[in-house]
């Protein structure tokens, strides 16, 4: 069955810092994956995607991920985080079965911001 | 902005009770997907529908059924409600691909 690892469950990064979240995933074929981004009361909003091809993808709000098959990761970085950016952080696979797709997420990490 | 919205925003049920929750998507998604996020977890896949039919289900029992209609619009009814139900719901249209937009979700409170 498909899963995602979130081994994180809260990190606290200095604003201008860099950031690194981790995400590991189980699938057996090749994965579609995600980076979502949900703020307090707030539904999703994508950051970015991996299909196919370049395995560095840019995101919005400056973002971006790298898929390393031989790790099975898809970590999501930043090279100067803001305030702004303090929310939950969701990594989710695409599950393609028979007439369906569904995402499956990880259970999050909560990014908090210090001055 | 996704163009999918939900309502209610919020709502509280008495357990035992029975609830619908409405999704309204943009033009052009035939699909519709519905998640359950518990507090401090990852939204986790109730069921699919394409063309106004159940295409897939998660691990969720019958109680948990849903409509999808021409205009783009979902329903999420939930019988014999338990405090377990209780959750953040949300909606998520797209066109039969992994390019799904999520609408804000409705916050379901079961005492």
Redesign the interface.
Known sequence: AQSVTQPDIHITVSEGASLELRCNYSYGATPYLFWYVQSPGQGLQLLLKYFSGDTLVQGIKGFEAEFKRSQSSFNLRKPSVHWSDAAEYFCAVGSMNTGFQKLVFGTGTRLLVSP | E?G?T?SPTHLIKTRGQQVTLRCSSQSGHN?V?W?QQAL??????IF?Y?REEE??R?NFPPRFSGLQFPNYSSELNVNALELDDSALY?C?TGA??????????T?LTVT
């Open positions: 996704t999918v939900q699909t997907s998640y401090g977890q990852g939204p986790q896949f699919q394409y295409n897939g998660g949300l998520a039969l691909s992994y390019e799904q937009y999520f609408g804000p979700g916050r």
